[in-house]
T-cell receptor, first 114, second 113 residues
């Protein structure tokens, strides 16, 4: 069984640019959540996708957007990058079983905004 | 209301000792409390989780103690090993269906040989 994978591993962008991060969920998982982890802090919830629809959103501006595809993989898009967007972006997938709250995280994408 | 407070920020334990990390929450609607372990350059890995209908859960060397009235829960690592050196995060979530996790700020554990 393949775990959660994310690409790219590292990314360097300039302020004002746009970025797309990708996530492949674990086999059998239909829910994907995205988190932002600033250096030395705990992950913060950005949003969640279930059956290709946004299913909840944290306190992040609209320039953070996402997609989920029929195979349950997902993208996180960030427009108009700011220096404070520099962080580790984590994707987590959850099983299809109702009531199962476990979330399994990928290795993350390290984004640096210069 | 959504905050989860974690302490200590860092912890040094001798090999074979007990590591204890504490978390407190404010929102009584939280009903799922996982602990995650994160190594440098890696994503968080689920260690153990508890629901408020039990006061303790043990899996191997890891135990969660839960105090619903105090709104506190803790992770105990028995017989701590150098390989346990990592950052540990408590988290909480609530509601039905698929839920967002609210994380604590993390505890950096160092187990000295």
């Amino acid at each position: 069984e393949t775990g959660v994978t994310q690409s790219p591993t590292h990314l360097i962008k300039t302020r004002g640019q746009q970025v797309t991060l990708r996530c492949s969920s674990q086999s059998g998982h239909n829910t994907v959540s995205w988190y932002q982890q600033a250096l030395g802090q705990g992950p913060q919830f950005i949003f969640q996708y279930y059956r290709e629809e946004e299913n909840g959103r944290g306190n992040f501006p609209p320039r953070f957007s996402g997609l989920q595809f029929p195979n349950y993989s997902s993208e996180l898009n960030v427009n108009a990058l700011e220096l404070d967007d520099s962080a580790l972006y984590l994707c987590a997938s959850s099983p299809q079983t109702s009531g199962n709250d476990e979330q399994f995280f990928g290795p993350g994408t390290r984004l640096t905004v210069l | 209301q959504q905050q989860v407070k974690q302490s200590p920020q860092s912890l040094i334990v001798q090999k074979g000792g007990i590591s204890i990390i504490n978390c407190a929450y404010e929102n009584t609607a939280f009903d799922y409390f996982p602990w995650y372990q994160q190594f440098p350059g890696k994503g968080p890995a689920l260690l153990i989780a508890i629901r408020p209908d039990v006061s303790e859960k043990k899996e191997g060397r890891f135990t969660i103690s839960f105090n619903k009235s105090a709104k506190q829960f803790s992770l105990h690592i028995m017989d701590s090993q150098p390989g346990d050196s990592a950052t540990y995060f408590c988290a909480a979530s609530m509601g039905t269906g698929r839920r967002a996790l609210t994380f604590g700020s993390g505890t950096r554990l160092q187990v000295q040989p």
